[in-house]
């Protein structure tokens, strides 16, 4: 590899993590002024799980379809339309003055987020070389640390200095160096990916069927899983958005299977090792999201600290995070990522465990042994994880295997945020239902807010022990591959 053409990597492994720090900023800055927000609004802890869940439901039912639109129109064309939508969305958040409004600005910003996500992996997996794709991952894994390094601490510094309205507004000048650093740096099209051709016998025409009902399915069965708590898991609503869900989503495989150019392509899935991957990932995933929901209100309300201190209690995660992502991005290069994988999930259980059984001893040790074991353990998770899906796809389908695998972790964010969202309501509140931050300061001392802290990580250690079944599963299929092609 010349120097030039490791320049130009370099130039492109940039461009593409700044987006994922700039997407990463968001979600911390958020996170840590929720708390802030429930209160200026008066609304209870599930209503601002919604400013969450409703940026994650616009980005998990439109990945596929910003995927797809990669490989037709270029990934350049996306990526920079994602950042200037993301920017926009962000302005109208920071002038939001009531609930609704922020919720539907969120809508607006995930759109955009949704275009970054989906054809950054792409990006990264085509133009680079395969041996140097795992330096890359690892590199934006250290781009999305240092997003949520620098949201942590500053939005809480944002937030409790001048307001929690700054912590969207920030994103504004940040986007804008962004879209000027892609336009310059990001190639065009690649003619054997861009621009491929349709399958033997197969309609050039796009799948806008196999869009609408992905969007339909997607987004009735998160919108069930957000009013769940709200509304009641029986009530008709609830019900009825699950089941449609589900028969909308089975309409869309079965014609997925059926369209010659299909919005998803099914036999993805036919590589076993793709979709245990793919399993491994929603689950861990489910962790993260719940985690990084949960972890503001525990620091404020069970240790007291302020939204200041709260976002440099959380610097402890992101500057581990930061330090070894390219560390584990160039392992996975040399070291089999299943493996990889495998060890980090065990790691990942054990700590959750850990932490759920002791989270009510006093001072803050505790926190900083759980965010820094927590921390070595998914770092060595999710660049390899990152590395072995994308090294799956074929060439003419990056685009749509890295908007598949960037639905997968956005939807295990809104069941993580939702599924343990619930748990921790149902132990720590009475059948009235949360009824805001304040509330929950005041039931600190009857022990049933420690409960349910300890019943929501309890679910986080049972999501990263399946995490760890299905990464041994994709280890035993690559080693049974690997066998039966020594044999041949």
Excluded at 119 to 132: K, Q, W
Excluded at 399 to 409: K, W
Excluded at 437 to 461: C, I, N, P, Q, W
């Amino acid at each position: 590899m010349t120097r030039s053409a490791r320049y130009a990597s370099l130039l492109i492994v940039i461009s593409v993590a700044f987006s994922s720090f700039l997407v990463r900023l968001n979600n911390y800055m958020v996170n840590i002024s929720l708390p802030t927000i429930t209160r200026s609004f008066g609304v209870t802890s599930s209503d601002a799980s919604r400013i969450i869940s409703s940026y994650l439901l616009i980005i998990t039912t439109t990945l596929l379809l910003f995927g797809k639109l990669g490989d037709r129109i270029g990934l350049k064309r996306v990526f920079i339309s994602g950042y200037v939508i993301f920017t926009v969305g962000s302005l109208l958040c920071g002038l939001s003055h009531n609930i609704d409004m922020l919720i539907g600005s969120r809508f607006i910003q995930g759109i955009g987020s949704a275009m970054l996500l989906a054809v950054s992996f792409a990006i990264i997996s085509h133009f680079l070389p395969e041996g140097n794709t795992g330096w890359a991952f690892g590199i934006t894994s250290t781009a999305s640390a240092l997003g949520v390094a620098t949201g942590a601490p500053v939005g809480g510094i944002i937030t409790g200095y001048l307001s929690w309205n700054w912590a969207f507004l920030i994103n504004v000048p940040v986007g804008i160096v962004a879209v000027i650093v892609a336009m310059r740096y990001i190639p065009g099209r690649k003619t054997d990916s861009s621009a491929a051709p349709a399958r033997k016998g197969g309609r050039s025409g796009f799948d806008f069927l196999g869009t609408i009902l992905s969007f339909a399915g997607l987004g009735l069965l998160i919108y069930g899983l957000n009013n769940g708590n709200k509304c009641g898991w029986l009530s008709p609503l609830v019900v009825g958005c699950l089941v449609l869900s589900l028969i909308l989503i089975g309409i869309f495989i079965a014609w997925e299977r059926r369209h010659q150019d299909p919005l998803l392509h099914l036999d993805l899935f036919l590589d076993s090792r793709y979709a245990f991957a793919l399993i491994a990932t929603f689950l861990a995933y489910m962790l993260i999201s719940g985690n990084a929901f949960l972890m503001p209100f525990y620091l404020e309300a069970v240790k007291g600290l302020n939204a200041q201190a709260a976002g440099m209690m959380l610097l402890v995660y992101s500057i581990i995070y930061v330090i070894l992502s390219p560390v584990s991005g160039r392992l996975s290069d040399r070291v089999s990522p299943a493996l990889l994988c495998s060890i980090a999930m065990i790691s990942a259980t054990v700590c959750v465990l850990f932490f759920s059984f002791s989270l009510q001893w006093q001072g803050l040790t505790i926190v900083i042994v759980y965010l820094v074991w927590l921390a070595l353990s998914l770092v060595l998770f999710f660049s390899p994880n990152n590395n072995q899906i994308m090294s799956f796809a074929p060439p003419d389908r990056k685009g749509v295997s890295s908007g598949l695998f960037n639905t997968t972790t956005n939807l295990g964010m809104v069941v993580g945020v939702t599924v343990i969202e619930v748990v921790f309501s149902a132990v720590a509140y009475d059948s009235a239902g949360p009824t805001g931050k304040a509330a929950l300061k005041d039931l600190v001392g009857t022990g049933s807010v420690t409960e349910g802290f300890r019943h929501a990580y309890l679910t986080g250690a049972l999501c990263c022990f399946l995490a760890l079944v299905f990464s041994l599963l994709g280890r035993k299929r690559a080693a049974d591959r690997g066998s039966g092609s020594r044999k041949a």
